[in-house]
């Protein structure tokens, strides 16, 4: 058996080679280079460009809890929780605004038929003791005056705040250099370098980069990467995403808080912006924008927010949500000794950054698992011995 690389410093602190760019990537490279490791992250693109620049930053762990994903919500509520500290924490290091929101998240029944259904979501949420209440239409329109006159209700969390995902990104990417993270861009990983049963490093170019960890963080990519056998390949595939955004008045906004209606969601921005997501596409890596997924994001918004109709589109886009089996991450160690999965977030990957950060961070500096990711194993996946292929 190969034996462990040595350290690359005097310190006992591990060298890490962190695969992946976006907010997980780049958050756990800054808490480990914060505590004293070395850190070198890689990157396909621009740091912070892919799913993360493409998200819509909704902190909305109580909201999105449907039936069949009560699993989730022990890490997702407790992220929700680290994200003042983690803000506060990040504006500090970087320098920079991640605007923080904290006016809450309503989703809103446009009539009768509306109502039913979110009143099913608002008991169910409220059985698993979420902080969640029933707003009256009137209610609704008081807080919200823009909306469509005739809505019938919502569903409102105050907990359920947002963060401006790019603004968010580009903060990390800064925090990590300030803590002496070096992140390489446009510098694909080609190979998980692994000899002896260990990750000993990745291969980029030409070039091999040895590690003592090697954290996959990839994304939607995360399973494209040679070197790994399919026992431990993550199985996370891309889940094409489109959204666009409108110009508001800032100074008179047509929203506050983020609101989600039948088929979209809308959330503002503090500069005058309007977020309208999202389509959920299985389309591979087909990134091109089509005439339906605009079409239906534009009349959703328009049927909850009539005054829509009058703004400028400033932006459409579309990115790739890092999608698993069961809409969970992947996250903890690997059978390969030395690689740590953080990955397969899908639509959470804002939300779940502070404890996929410090979960990992803390798994590859100590080598003890937090209790609360421990569920999101790979091995979850495994099919039973004596199972039928």
Not at 9 to 29: N, R
Not at 175 to 186: F, I, P, T
Request: proline share 6%.
């Amino acid at each position: 058996m190969v034996s462990a690389p040595s350290f690359h410093s005097d310190s006992a602190k591990p060298t890490v080679a962190v695969i992946g760019a976006g907010v997980i990537g780049l958050s756990i490279a800054w808490r480990l280079a914060a505590a004293g490791c070395r850190v070198e992250v890689f990157d396909r693109g621009a740091a912070g460009r892919g799913a993360s620049h493409a998200a819509g930053g909704m902190l909305a762990a109580c909201v999105e809890t449907e039936p069949g994903e009560e699993s989730l919500l022990p890490l997702t509520r407790a992220s929700q929780d680290l994200w003042p500290a983690f803000a506060a924490a990040l504006e500090a290091a970087s320098g920079m605004a991640v605007d923080l929101r904290t006016e809450g998240t309503m989703v809103i029944a446009l009539n009768a038929d509306d109502a039913a259904k979110v009143r099913f979501l608002h008991d169910f949420q409220t059985k698993l003791g979420l902080p969640v209440e029933w707003l009256s239409g009137a209610e609704v329109r008081r807080r919200e005056p823009y909306l469509q006159p005739g809505v019938a209700g919502a569903l409102f969390c105050a907990g359920d705040h947002q963060v401006d995902n790019r603004k968010v990104a580009a903060a990390l990417h800064t925090a990590a250099l300030r803590a002496g993270a070096a992140v390489h861009e446009y510098a694909e990983v080609g190979r998980i370098e692994i000899r002896g049963g260990r990750a000993v490093g990745v291969q980029v170019g030409d070039r091999l980069f040895e590690a003592d960890r090697v954290v996959l963080a990839a994304g939607a990519w995360s399973g494209w990467i040679d070197g790994l056998s399919p026992a431990v390949r993550p199985p996370v595939r891309p889940v094409k995403g489109q959204m666009l955004c409108l110009r508001m008045d800032a100074r008179l906004p047509l929203l506050r808080h983020v609101v989600w209606t039948p088929g979209t969601y809308l959330i503002p921005r503090l500069d005058g912006r309007l977020l309208v997501g999202a389509t959920t596409e299985e389309r591979g890596f087909d990134d091109r924008l089509t005439a339906g997924g605009q079409f239906a994001l534009l009349e959703g918004a328009w049927r909850a927010l009539p005054g829509i109709a009058e703004l400028p589109i400033e932006e459409a886009w579309a990115g790739f949500r890092p999608g698993t089996r069961d809409d969970a991450p992947i996250l903890g160690l690997s059978e390969v000794e030395g690689l740590v999965y953080a990955t397969g977030h899908h639509r959470n990957g804002i939300l779940l950054t502070p404890v996929t950060a410090d979960s990992v961070a803390r798994l590859v500096l100590t080598g003890e698992s937090d209790p609360v990711i421990r569920p999101f194993a790979l091995d979850r996946f495994a099919q039973p011995k004596g199972a039928a292929a």
